[in-house]
């Protein structure tokens, strides 16, 4: 009986364990409060007061959001090995209190660009740190992985419907600089319950190793090996080319859509409608995620973007007008939603848990640089042209590229629970980096 109890495999943590719960709380809350979500969001609120205060264009005002997704891209690299290297929790909570201070900090400012820049630069470079939070939700959770990516993934969805309703609140009852003080403060209060929660993860172990690896090393592919691939690619010009709607229109979407006579209180709503749609996507695509294995579940969500942005250009003060503007809020919402935890999820089907931090530093800075230069571009073509029609024709067209990019991927070389697809086979054939390299390479 005793040696029947001491050789019985040890029962797997659930995911819904108290421990597992605590560390989720602590992600959920930071995420939520703690990240630079908040100040991200403010941006929207703040072009017509700050550029009417300060005299500055379009153009000018863009370049903030420009230099956070440029900085950002720029140090996600080192940042990503960093979090590999020296843990994710120290990296998360350093992260976390820098971007406090700062997003006070600017509510000091005097109408000098070069502050407005580089208050947005510390922003983007402290709140990349957040690429730990990924890396510490992918060990965390085994057989509901999609799921519980989906669910702190709608932490944004659920800041996007309150925050413009709050920063409103602080812009009108305090002004623009009332607002980063009370936003600050917000994210540092988060601090302790990071200090007291957060942990570092426990990746999943390869009981034999791989060749040339060692036993219970993290399962994944080393970055060298990823970039051989045509998947790693694929998956990073998709990601790169879906910035340019996400981020291009932030700056610009409240004022187009005033322009074409809706009010601010109608805009106001529909932000945070579109929020309310992408969480309810996000849930979406992370129960997709647990459910088909295969990437090609993307591409639809691609085509649905495509034509949300084509009813963009249909919007007017009339019912009809009205309709295309709701029509257009949930399709490219509930779409953005559903390819959130998508991206992570990839991340670890194609490549493994191994070298996490350090593949996405090594692809943020080519979709920071989208991320940054997509307003820049908006807002020099609305200065020179003084509307926004065509750039919602070459978006639509650019996530009809992005459908074809998800399309044909290939098959995932990881498990649910992250185990190489080629440790299933038969006794004499190819395991581990080995097998992934030759699979789908290049």
């Known amino acids: 009986m005793t ?8 029962q797997e943590e659930s ?8 560390i989720a709380f602590a992600i959920l809350v930071g995420t939520l409060f703690g990240s630079s979500i908040l100040p991200f969001m403010a941006i929207m609120l703040l072009t017509l007061p700050m550029t009417e205060e300060f005299g500055w264009s379009r153009t000018q005002f863009s370049g903030g959001l420009t230099a956070m997704m440029l900085v950002g891209g720029c140090s996600a690299p080192f940042l990503g090995r960093m979090v590999d290297k020296i843990g994710a929790r120290m990296m998360i909570i350093c992260g976390t209190f820098i971007v406090g201070l700062i997003t ?11 502050q ?5 630069a510390v922003l983007g470079f402290a709140g990349t740190t957040a690429i730990g939070y990924g890396k510490i939700i992918g060990a965390l959770f085994n057989k509901h992985r999609g799921k519980a990516l989906a669910i702190f993934g709608v932490e944004s969805s659920i800041a996007g419907m309150f925050a413009p309703k709050l920063i409103q609140f602080l812009i009108d009852g305090y002004g623009w600089r009332g607002m980063f003080v009370g936003l600050g403060i917000i994210i540092l209060s988060v601090i302790p319950i990071l200090l007291l929660l957060l942990k570092e993860p426990e990746a999943p172990k390869i009981p034999d190793a791989a060749p040339g690896a060692e036993a219970g090393e993290a399962p994944g592919l080393t970055p060298m090996q990823a970039m ?6 694929f998956i990073l010009l998709a990601s790169v080319i879906a910035m340019a709607p996400a981020m291009g229109l932030q700056p610009h979407l409240i004022p187009f859509i005033l322009s074409r006579g809706i009010s601010i209180d109608t805009a106001v709503w529909m932000a945070t409608l579109s929020q ?13 995620m647990d459910k088909f294995e295969t990437a090609k579940v993307a591409a639809p969500f691609s085509a649905m973007t495509a034509l949300g942005l084509l009813f963009y250009l249909f919007l007017g003060a009339g019912t009809m007008g009205f309709s295309f503007l709701l029509l257009a809020t949930i399709f490219i919402g509930f779409s953005g939603g559903a390819k959130r935890p998508m991206g992570t999820v990839f991340q670890l089907r194609f490549f493994g848990l191994k070298s996490f931090g350090s593949l996405i530093g090594i ?6 640089f989208c991320m940054g230069v997509s307003p820049l571009l908006v807002g020099m073509y609305f200065d020179k042209y003084g509307n926004y029609d065509l750039v919602f024709v070459i978006l639509s067209v650019l996530m009809a590229i992005t459908f074809l990019l998800y399309w044909f991927l290939g098959k995932y070389r990881f498990t649910q ?7 299933q086979t038969p006794v004499g054939a190819m395991t581990g980096a080995n097998a992934a390299m030759k699979q789908g390479g290049a």
């Not at 040696?3 to 040890?10: F, G, L, S, V």
């Not at 407005?116 to 947005?120: E, L, P, Q």
């Open 15 to 22: 995911d819904f364990s108290f421990r597992k719960m605590k």
């Open 417 to 423: 629970d992250l185990t190489p697809v080629e440790r």
């Open 3 to 10: 040696a029947d109890i001491q050789t019985a495999a040890p």
């Open 228 to 233: 051989k691939t045509r998947d790693f690619w």
């Open 276 to 288: 309310f749609a992408m969480g309810v996507g996000t849930i979406a695509g992370g129960f997709l």
């Open 104 to 114: 006070m900090a600017m509510s000091q400012q005097d109408g000098s660009l070069w």
């Open 363 to 368: 692809q943020t800075p080519f979709q920071t």
């Open 116 to 120: 407005f820049y580089f208050g947005f």
